[in-house]
């Protein structure tokens, strides 16, 4: 199933799912975004997660499949590492389903996975696997705690915390050096010229392709459609959004019909849907607080 179908089915209501964000430690503000804690008691739920960075997640409750590109399904787990992602991909659970994860920033991702994100991007694999026994121990540990009520959503997130803060590895310091300006850059306009980015990196334009595909799961100029995608969709999603604003948006694409299959790529919807109250999944994951892997000092450009 690609995303234009997922967009097609009818997916769950506002009302049956909430979503809150717990605080990260500030020891780890640099390798995790935020985490998050999603339920949703409905028996079946389907939806559509953006595209977006990677994530360690805990499924005490619900089983599922998400869906990818080019015809690739996985099933969840217990504890699931989804990769880096590089369109919107459509996701169908049977419920209860509650989540409880880190989205990780691509320095996050680096120092704790050590997985080359453009080689696994678009992928929901089991945290067990590819981490050691002892994550799959740990996800079958808090999964029982929070089914049984001896551990709430915060304490699990807090235990995924001080496992992340204790399985950190170093990152080559000029590789996080370029994440550090790979993210500076996106941030500077919602189209940033190419050129900007090879200038203030001390590596070759050869390089820094290859190194952005490696933390980032793109090479850059699709990495910069990716988030000019998400970021227009978050503008386009606000009710209060200026006329000024509006026009920005625009200008950034070719044309609407370009900027409207970039955004149904990239954010699983049409601009027409993206305000629609009926989906607070599509609206959370394209809330300001998602982007701060992009290093940007203007609010105005999410």
Known sequence: ?????????????????????????????????????????????????????????????GRGVMY????????????????????????????????????????????????????????????????????????????????DGTMDSTACAMRLAEYIGENLRPVNERHAELMRQTGQW????????????????SYSKRQVQRLVERYFGMPPVALKRKYRGLRAAALLSLPNLTPEFEAKVYDAFYDQPHMIREIRLFAGRTPARLGNEDHPFLTEMLDPKNFREINSGSQDLI
């Open 68 to 147: 990818f590109a080019e015809g690739v399904q996985d099933p969840s787990h217990r504890i699931n590492l989804l990769t880096p992602s590089i369109a919107a991909s459509p996701f169908e659970m049977a419920g209860p389903f509650h989540a409880i994860g880190a989205a990780m920033s691509p320095l996050g991702w680096a120092a704790l996975t050590g997985m080359d994100a453009g080689k696994h991007a678009n992928r929901l694999l089991d945290a067990g696997e590819w981490l050691g026994p002892e994550v799959a121990a740990m996800g079958d540990e808090l999964c029982a705690a929070y089914l």
């Open 1 to 61: 199933m690609n995303t234009a179908q997922g967009e097609a089915k009818q997916l769950t209501s506002a009302s049956l799912m909430q979503i809150e964000y717990i605080s990260v430690p500030a020891a780890l503000s640099d390798y995790v975004t935020t985490f998050y804690y999603f339920r949703c008691e409905e028996p079946e739920i389907k939806e559509i997660q953006p595209a977006g960075i990677g994530h360690l997640s805990l499924f005490p409750q």
């Open 186 to 201: 996106l941030g500077e306009s919602l189209d940033p010229p190419l050129e900007r980015l090879f200038e203030r990196s």
